[in-house]
């Protein structure tokens, strides 16, 4: 199983500061001497846990730590040979405490005489390897950390393989270089394994000298983005009341249900098994002066807002995601967010990733002079400087700029961000419209946004009125920002007698530019034609960058002056404020969505739980209605018109009610059209090419197939098993003598021994399960992460998610369609991780859940509704004239070749190849697309074809 979705608990690193900073600073002073020959520790190392506040001894051991501040402070006293010492002093304000002799303990290893080499073994160093990655951390801070000591940590030989234990026999001395700061580590146990790990010890923070002072902004920025978003940052805006303007959101599983399903879409679950906390009067005066106390529940969901996430959680929540679990349901902290009773805290998410590298000292402040300048304060980011960053962009290239009736529409989508960091985070569906003159949509298709791109096409009917025609394209999170950032280009339908006149065409240049190179000056009909493009700057450096490319045949698609590039194609400027508000209205979209409404027999909206399935690609989504009735699907990801299943069921397992979609709210069609300014004349005859190869006839064609076998006879279905031998199976006709409705779940209770199904209800008493199976590990975690065994029907298995419960899957499954149920309680190692918990394994009379003619027959009663998704993907078709360039067909294609995704290399370099037409002449050559920076790129060339 994953690291993240377990148990990560670290412990205190002790209390450091507790402190009403900003009042007269304390000092302690006293002598550091030997235990037990009572002789002064000369140069011992004084210091307050967790902060750059430290001093040393003096030649006798004699010492004074200045700047405390007022409160309760850790002060650690350490010496080499020595085991450390730390004492708690209460400082009042402005108080100096005489601390007498501090006598330290000589360690017992110290007393013999240790050999230390330079050279460890093999094992050492991969322990070495395990040992940085959990203390240090796997983040971007992490790779500028470096310890350098690590000679003095030791792995015991006792320790098992799946867990690692570790020692130090001096301080582990870490320098980060990402913040600027040396770290002394008193390790007093380490200890990791899969489910979680302990680091106990105290820190001494050094603060680094800048070469310059770049240097020390860029540490100070780091030292900032590190705080934000932290456990301490979230304790501290929870304290100040500033949870929510600070970019925090908090949220808690709702009261009275029990462990619930989750999906991994979070819109789908707020209020159904979550709900919004407020943080409101939680905050109380703590048991002593500058400490805090704050009640919370066993469990808080914590989303950051300000920073996105590099490992999501949701697919529709792109911002850092983080759970803390309160064992005893309070902590302590002090004014800074410090937790002083961390042992009680367990996080995971987000804020478990940070570790030793990411680390504060505690009396670090975000907001402090540094020297006689005061450092620029990145400041958390909310309202349009959140949400323009999140802006995307997207300009449509066409293979043509005009079109006949019965013609295909081939098309690119380009994306262009604001931050191309988030270029993973943001839409995934791409709405493409073709627009007549009266403002009317008259075909739209769904485009699946790929590492920024989205191809597709449009067929033109024969019947498709003559006319100014537009091309709209967007995402639903564009929405949010205006109809002004929408893409429209025009594209004008003929008449099938039109011919457009020549026009002469300029275009801007850009700084980057575009080489051309074929094999041969000219090419004769039905040849083979290899094109090598390069894409360089204007210094002959090398670009890499996303191309499309269109090759037309000049005389039968003109040049048109007007028309749209992807020269005109940029980051548009909001004229906004950057401090001004912003309202998200629109959902960002990560996959194909529906919303719909659920009515009882009697025709009225309830709130209920409900089934959705898909039977071609085995998914079975649980939802929930709200109190209208209505409900949404979303994050779905599938090409073409879908049937999908709907089903609600009653107490006793009765399918009841209607299920129907909700149209979509597309926007409305808020823009100026602008038409291409066309010179067209009536030729009175046809002048619509053949555009769409068709195979000639040398093209062969597969006939019927027919195959022969034999019927397998007498054939046992508990043959079948594939997992290795279950340890209970349960026939189907045994489930049905069941009195439970038609509910799978409660079927098995008590049909299989160790098998454990929690129940509980919500607030409109609907049934909610968990299933455990006892014998497998079964160990719950933490985050979203499920004991649950795994779920296999027909082969395919369900579960091992964290986010989802197995119990809904199999709610959903009829008894009446159960061959058999074979259970596996240990672990089954053929399924590896996924089958820690053992596996529940179901066998339907079909031999496919999904795999019936009508999901009807699976699901009686089941409701049936059609879902448009993504658009098929379809290869632009082309003839090959490889084998012979004789056919008895004519080769009149208008569109020569297009090709939509090319990438060049290193060097800039791509290289498409196609074969010519059979019309002489000169083709055009259009490269458009977009550098990996963002700049725009286009090029055009000639062909010139020859008959042959």
């Known amino acids: 199983m994953k690291r993240g979705h377990l148990f990560i608990l670290m412990l205190a690193w002790a209390m450091g500061a507790t402190a009403c900073f900003g009042q007269q600073k304390g000092a302690v002073h006293g002598v550091a001497i030997d235990s037990v020959s009572r002789e002064p ?156 790990y302990q680091i106990v010890g105290q820190f001494r923070f050094e603060e680094a000298e800048p070469l310059e002072a770049s240097q020390a902004v860029a540490w100070r920025k780091n030292r900032i983005d590190a705080y934000h978003g932290s456990e301490r940052h979230l304790f501290k805006a929870i304290i100040d009341g500033q949870a929510a303007e600070e970019g925090f959101r908090l949220y808690v599983e709702k009261p009275g249900v029990p462990l619930p399903a989750r999906s991994d879409v979070f819109g789908n679950e707020l209020n159904k098994s979550v709900v919004e906390f407020d943080p409101e009067g939680i905050v109380k005066k703590g048991p002593n002066p500058g400490e805090y106390t704050i009640e919370l529940p066993p469990r808080l969901e914590v989303h950051y807002v300000n920073e996105y996430a590099t490992k999501k959680y949701y697919k529709d929540v792109p911002f850092q995601v983080s759970w803390l679990e309160v064992d005893k349901g309070q902590l302590t902290l002090n004014e800074k967010g410090v937790v002083l009773n961390s042992i009680d805290l367990v996080t995971s998410g987000a804020m478990s990733a940070s570790r030793v590298a990411d680390l504060l000292p505690f009396n670090f402040t975000p907001n402090v002079e540094v020297g006689n300048a005061t450092v620029r304060i990145f400041p958390k980011l909310s309202g349009w400087s959140k949400y323009r960053r999140m802006q995307e962009f997207v300009y449509v290239q066409t293979d043509k700029p005009y079109y006949y009736p019965g013609e295909r529409i081939w098309m690119k989508g380009s994306m262009l961000y604001r931050d191309n960091e988030l270029l993973d985070s943001l839409s995934k569906v791409l709405y493409v419209e073709l627009i007549n ?311 098995l209770q008590g049909k299989v021994p160790g098998l454990q199904v929690a129940y509980g209800w919500d607030e409109n008493n609907q049934d909610a399960y968990r299933v455990r199976l006892r014998g497998g590990s079964s160990t719950m975690g933490a985050g979203l992460a499920s004991p649950e065994p795994l779920l296999i029907v027909d082969g395919v298995p369900f579960g091992g998610d964290p986010n989802v419960s197995i119990a809904n899957y199999i709610s959903a499954i009829p008894t009446q369609t159960v061959e058999r149920v074979e259970v596996i309680t240990s672990a089954v190692s053929l399924l590896g991780t996924r089958g820690t918990n053992g596996a529940i394994i179901i ?42 360039k004789y056919t008895p067909s004519t080769d009149l294609r208008a569109t020569i070749h297009w090709e939509p995704r090319i990438t060049t290399d290193a060097n800039g370099n791509a290289q498409v190849s196609f074969y010519s037409a059979d019309l002489e002449g000169v083709y055009r050559v259009v490269v458009e697309g977009l550098a990996s920076d963002g700049r725009p790129v286009r090029g055009e060339y000639e062909i010139t074809i020859e008959n042959q």
């Open 41 to 196: 520790l000369p140069f011992a190392n004084i210091f307050v846990n967790n902060t750059t506040l430290g001093t040393s001894a003096d030649q006798i051991g004699a010492f004074e730590l200045k700047g405390l501040p007022p409160g309760f402070n850790d002060v650690v006293f350490s010496y080499v040979g020595y085991q450390p010492r730390i004492i708690r002093f209460y400082v009042a304000d402005g108080a100096t405490i005489p601390a007498g002799s501090i006598a330290l303990l000589q360690k017992p290893e110290e007393m013999e005489e240790v050999q230390v080499t330079g050279k460890k073994d093999k094992d050492w160093e991969r322990k070495l390897k395990s040992f940085e990655k959990i203390f240090l951390g796997e983040n971007n801070n992490s790779e500028n950390c470096k310890i350098q000591n690590p000679w003095v940590i030791n792995f015991p030989e006792h320790a098992s393989r799946s867990s690692l234990e570790a020692s130090a026999s001096e301080p582990i001395e870490i320098f980060n270089y990402g913040l600027g700061y040396k770290i002394y580590f008193y390790m007093a146990n380490f200890s990791a394994n899969p489910k979680r």
């Open 437 to 747: 003159e009266k403002k009317t949509c008259v075909a739209r298709e769904y485009l699946h946004i790929d590492s920024a791109v989205a191809t597709g096409y449009m067929d033109l009917p024969d019947s498709t009125s003559e006319g100014n025609y537009y091309l709209r394209a967007y995402t639903n999170w564009m929405r949010n920002y205006g109809p002004g950032t929408f893409f429209v280009k025009p594209l004008p339908i003929l008449n099938i007698t039109d011919r457009v006149l020549d026009d002469a065409v300029e275009y801007d240049t850009t700084s980057l530019l575009v080489h051309f190179r074929t094999g041969k000056a000219s090419y004769t009909t039905r040849d083979s034609i290899g094109l090598e493009i390069q894409v360089t700057d204007r210094q002959g450096m090398p670009v890499t960058a996303n191309l499309s490319v269109s090759v037309t045949d000049a005389l039968l698609v003109k040049n048109v002056a007007g028309q749209t590039t992807i020269l005109d194609f940029f980051i548009k400027d909001n004229a906004r404020p950057i401090n001004a508000g912003f309202e998200v209205v629109y959902p960002m979209e990560r996959g194909i969505q529906f919303r719909g409404t659920f009515v009882d027999d009697k025709g009225r909206p309830q709130r209920t739980d409900a089934t959705v399935v898909q039977r071609e690609f085995n998914t079975v989504i649980p939802i929930t209605t709200d109190r209208h009735g209505v409900f949404t699907v979303s994050g779905l990801n599938f090409p073409g018109q879908l049937d999908f299943g709907f089903q609600a069921l009653t107490k006793k397992g009765k399918p009841y009610g209607k299920f129907s979609l909700l149209p979509f709210d597309f926007p409305k069609m808020d823009f100026e059209p602008k038409n291409l300014p066309l010179r067209i004349k009536d030729m009175s005859t046809a002048q619509v090419p053949i555009t769409n190869y068709s195979p000639g006839a040398n093209t062969v064609v597969l006939g019927d197939v027919t195959i022969h076998g034999k019927r397998v006879e007498n054939f046992n279905p508990r043959a079948a098993s594939l997992y290795g031998k279950p340890d209970y199976t349960v026939n189907g006709d045994e489930l049905r003598q069941v009195f439970t409705g038609n509910n799978l779940v409660q079927a």
């Open 843 to 884: 066998y339907t009379k079909n031999t496919g859940v999904y795999a019936d003619a009508d999901l009807r027959d699976s699901y009686p009663g089941m409701q049936t509704l059609s879902i448009k998704g993504y658009q098929k993907e379809e290869p632009f078709p082309a003839p090959s004239y490889a084998k012979s």
